[in-house]
């Protein structure tokens, strides 16, 4: 992207919103310029009345003048900073808020690639660079450069000469910040990019952290969490460094301008040409626009830290998905639930191998197919590519003589149920996650859905039942609890479409007994497909496909099959379970 668009975009999405706030604080801001110029100009009249001419009249009036100075200063510096405040914290949240339902949205194949950890970084570090460069940022620039035009008024009125003399010294600071600006844009990316492997690191750890005391990796992942930690600190001292390395040009410029002055004031008032009233007005602006400038100076900084924030955020937000609806999308209508595969060809890389190879499959409406092969022969595959979880490169699968890919996702997937060997469950109670299912699901509901999966007799036992908190901050169920409350989870959604891929592999034989007569009903009547590692499952389905290396080498029933694949014969006798 280019800085230009990076920019356009900014303010076109991001900060027009927000332009009343912005220009109240920027009325604020005139404020701070006015109060700040008038408390370096105040000293003028307070030296030459007071102490010079002795004039007992304003003995008063220009002390009060000089506290309601101090006053309005305080006060409209305060609400210039909270209006910006405030602005910064909307644009961060909207900024956050894209960024998270663009990846809700995202096709599966990009969140495959990308790791939480890299994506938990952009929404906390970047977001804050681009915040502080549209919120800090604008605020400076608006309220120093006023307050700096205003002393530099005072300090034309005080006395000209001087003035251009001090002038011609500002654009030293700017040019050395534009050198460093450069050198923080690209710290900062570096920086971003550790952040983001630290984050990700911390993620696996707490991921695996039992793998890490069995194998007795602690001091192995205290030197990889060291190294990692080490990275970052590196490089935020060095943009903290970059940015402190301001400090002793400015301060040097300071000197050297004070310097340049006392001498040629000296010179002036040799020459009768400058009062000592209007010399200490003139310091005190020059000592006052130290601050405005110095923040105008790292201003570029802060602007280059925000814009590779931005390259790195916006393509984030504006993620083209390739899965979706497209204008001539209609809703799917299910008859007799007939899925069939035409000359699928599927790869999840397009640069590698094919996963499936031009498969033919045809799942019959109402009835149980089962899939069997290898691990890693493509069955799940077969699974993802019902819902769209991925699309395929070439073929065709048609539900009810309509192609998948010409329907719309929402009824699509409306009408399928999943059911995986990974059970996921949200960090809820128990009630919330069997009725993710379904939205507006009766309690009575989620009972029957819980009985029927053989949940009730765990949950019962549960400290506050179906209230009970599960996953990161709560119970932790065993794998078989947990692929159970999937299953309840599955049945509440009554689909006329149930896939089960692995369903019940936690499952010990007695439960799987147990719960044959839910998934009965589950898969009543219903096209189910199941890639089953089982006999009763098997023997129940109507049709069997072997896989084999993503193509379909054998069909039929058990018994057929038995006699006539070699790979499912074996098959049956090392891995089915009976
Ligand atoms: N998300 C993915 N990205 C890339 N390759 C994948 C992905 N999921 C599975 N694969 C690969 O596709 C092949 C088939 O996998 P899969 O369908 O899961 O097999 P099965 O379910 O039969 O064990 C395997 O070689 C696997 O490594
Ligand atoms: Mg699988």
Known sequence: MLRSEIIKRLYKDYTKKFLNKIIISVLFSLLVAISTSAIAWLLD???KKLFIEKDKTLIFIIPLLIIIAFTTKGFSLYLAKSTMISVGEEIKKKLQINMVKSLIKTDT???DKKHSGKFISNLTYDVNQI?????????????DTLTLLGLLGVMFVQNWKLALASIIMIPLAGISSKILGKRVRKVTTEAQERSGYLTTYLVELFKNHKLIKIFQKENYENERAEYHLNELKNKNKKIAIVFVRMSPVMETLTGVMIAILIFYS???????ELDINNFFSFLAAMMLAYQPVRALSTLNMVYNQGLSAASRILPIIDQKNTIQDLSTSKPLKISKGEIKFEKLNFSYDVNEGKTLKSINLDFLGGKMTSLVGHS??????????????YDAQSGNIIIDDQSIYETNLSSLRENISLVTQETTLFDD??????????DNASDEEVYEAAKLSHCEEFINKLPNKYQTLIGENGVRLSGGEKQRISIARAMMKKSPIV???????????ETEFKIQNALKILTKNKTTIVIAHRLSTILNSNNIYVIDNGEVVDSGKHDLLLLKSDLYKNFYEKQIQK
């Not at 896939?499 to 034989?509: F, G, K, N, Q």
């Open 109 to 111: 194949q990009i969140i």
């Open 429 to 438: 109670t128990i009630m919330n996650n069997i009725k993710y299912a379904k």
């Open 499 to 509: 896939l089960l891929d692995e369903a019940t592999s936690s499952l010990d034989s």
């Open 266 to 272: 000296a010179v002036l008032m040799s020459k009768n």
């Open 376 to 389: 890693g022969s493509g069955k799940s595959t077969i699974l993802n590519l019902i819902p769209r979880f």
């Open 45 to 47: 009249p307070a030296i």
């Open 131 to 143: 915040t502080s460069l549209l919120s800090n940022a604008i605020l400076t620039l608006f309220k």
